[in-house]
Nanobody, 126 residues
Framework: QVQLVESGGGSVQAGGSLRLSCVVSGSTYTSYCMGWFRQAPGKEREGVATIDSDGSKSYADSVKGRFTISKDNPKNTLYLQMKSLKPEDTAMYYC?????WGGGHCDLGYYGMNYWGKGTLVTISS
């Protein structure tokens, strides 16, 4: 059974940094589209960043230049490095994956993520 487990969330002051991790287990795969999503209290879930097995990445405008998505394939781990954090980045962060990705687009508008983690909470204080 495929499992995604996030970690790395926490509480930091504005301007600080955090690195989120998401370990993917339970299946072998070579082609993937993966991403980070977040949901703030009272708001809809939004895409933050995506990465695919071709190496393409996409970012929400609100995090460009501050967040970096990466994947360590031998470790089966997805990362989100977050810098210059702002109070508006406060949210529950989820990783998601399509590990049978057939190619094509993998971006914030991709709705084929069929595995999700339970989330890790990020709180940014001003």
């Amino acid at each position: 059974q495929v499992q995604l487990v996030e970690s790395g969330g926490g509480s930091v002051q504005a301007g600080g940094s955090l690195r989120l991790s998401c370990v993917v287990s339970g299946s072998t795969y070579t082609s993937y589209c993966m991403g980070w999503f977040r949901q703030a209290p009272g708001k809809e879930r939004e895409g933050v960043a995506t990465i695919d097995s071709d190496g393409s990445k996409s970012y929400a405008d609100s995090v460009k230049g501050r967040f970096t998505i990466s994947k360590d394939n031998p470790k089966n781990t997805l990362y989100l490095q977050m810098k210059s954090l702002k109070p508006e980045d406060t949210a529950m962060y989820y990783c998601a994956a399509d590990i049978s990705w057939g190619g094509g687009h993998c971006d914030l508008g991709y709705y084929g993520m069929n595995y999700w983690g339970k989330g890790t909470l990020v709180t940014i204080s001003s």
